[in-house]
């Protein structure tokens, strides 16, 4: 292996992280409790979200949030040894979107209503102060396990996460578009456009809208499924929570 193509943390997106971690009865393990859970009744492991990533994991930074009492297994665990090259292998066949290479994504999308803008860095202020009034309301909509928005703590917080936006759009692996209000700019919502593990899907979908105006909820959900369909060419989005219970979701995830 070259040293440019040399695997490190640094430069994996934490790809192990999504991998399911089972804490060790007779290791020295001391991950806090709120970050585990019993599987079925017989050994402890390590709570994921929805979407199958740690629940310890910063999701704007990509850093765990507690690496000195991180498990006995993601200790041992080598970067760029046999199993580290497998399972990266095999997740990153999940992490960009089946796109055609002369493909281009909107930047710009303009409704009678509203209007879609590639989410970045500019939007912060806006984005953080739609999703920060809604907070009871968007509970659970990245899935029941999931702590957004409630784990955001502030504007810098925030700020990394919509630069991991960008540069994903950037870079093609997934698309976000901050939702804005024709002739205010306000922003009202969120949608994102993401890879699904789940080989019958062609992406996963997720959309917000902060309170006051979910009326846009319907009319957007239908529209978004006919843009897919005409602008994307993907006839089989999946929007869990929507298309499909959570429920169902997960159990598809873990098959």
């Known amino acids: 292996m070259t040293k440019e193509n040399e695997v490190t943390c640094s430069t994996c997106k934490a790809l192990c992280c999504r991998l399911e971690v089972q804490l060790i009865d007779d290791s020295d393990d001391?991950?806090?409790?709120?970050?585990?859970?019993?599987?079925?009744?017989?050994?402890?492991?390590?709570?994921?979200?929805?979407?199958?990533?740690?629940?310890?994991?910063?999701r704007r930074t990509m850093l765990c949030k507690?690496?000195?009492?991180?498990?006995?297994?993601?200790?041992?665990?080598?970067?760029?040894?046999y199993d580290c090259l497998i399972e990266r292998e095999k997740l990153q066949s999940f992490s960009q979107i089946a796109l055609p290479v002369?493909?281009?994504?909107?930047?710009?999308?303009?409704?009678?209503?509203y209007?879609?803008?590639?989410?970045?860095?500019?939007?912060?202020?806006?984005?953080?102060?739609?999703?920060?009034?809604s907070i009871d309301e968007l509970k659970g909509v990245f899935g029941p396990n999931n702590p957004w928005p409630e784990d955001v703590t502030d504007l810098s917080y925030n700020l990394k996460d919509l630069e991991n936006h960008h540069k994903e759009f950037l870079d093609r692996e997934a698309?976000?578009?901050?939702?804005?209000?024709?002739?205010?700019?306000?922003?009202?919502?969120?949608?994102?456009?993401?890879?699904?593990?789940?080989?019958?899907?062609?992406?996963?979908?997720?959309?917000?809208?902060r309170t006051g105006h979910t009326s846009h909820v319907e009319e957007f959900y239908q529209w978004l499924k006919k843009w897919l369909l005409e602008y994307w060419g993907f006839d089989k989005p999946v929007f869990p929570g929507r298309s499909i219970s959570w429920n169902d979701y997960n159990t598809q995830m873990e098959k």
């Open 30 to 58: 001391q991950v806090p409790e709120e970050y585990t859970t019993k599987v079925d009744g017989i050994y402890t492991a390590m709570k994921q979200a929805d979407d199958g990533w740690c629940l310890a994991l910063d």
């Open 66 to 81: 507690i690496y000195e009492k991180r498990p006995f297994i993601c200790r041992d665990y080598k970067e760029n040894d």
């Open 102 to 113: 002369e493909f281009s994504a909107p930047i710009k999308v303009i409704r009678e209503k």
């Open 115 to 133: 209007f879609l803008e590639v989410l970045s860095s500019k939007h912060n202020k806006a984005d953080f102060e739609a999703w920060s009034s």
């Open 175 to 209: 698309f976000t578009y901050s939702i804005l209000e024709r002739g205010s700019d306000l922003c009202i919502g969120c949608l994102y456009i993401r890879p699904c593990s789940i080989s019958e899907y062609d992406c996963r979908v997720d959309f917000w809208f």
